[in-house]
């Protein structure tokens, strides 16, 4: 395998683990507000 392969395979992995991560935080935040409105 070739330094440059690794490097940008290692790339993508961080950058779908941060969409990830985003999406994750959004969908919590927009939970978190629905169920707040919800006891209100």
């Known amino acids: 395998?070739?330094?440059e392969d690794?490097?940008?395979n290692n790339?993508?992995?961080q950058y779908i683990a941060e969409n990830i991560f985003r999406?994750?935080?959004k969908?919590?935040?927009r939970t978190?507000?629905?169920g707040k409105e919800e006891y209100e």
């Open 1 to 3: 395998m070739q330094k």
């Open 6 to 8: 690794l490097s940008s």
């Open 11 to 13: 790339k993508r992995k």
């Open 23 to 25: 999406a994750k935080k």
């Open 27 to 29: 969908l919590v935040e």
């Open 32 to 34: 978190y507000l629905v």
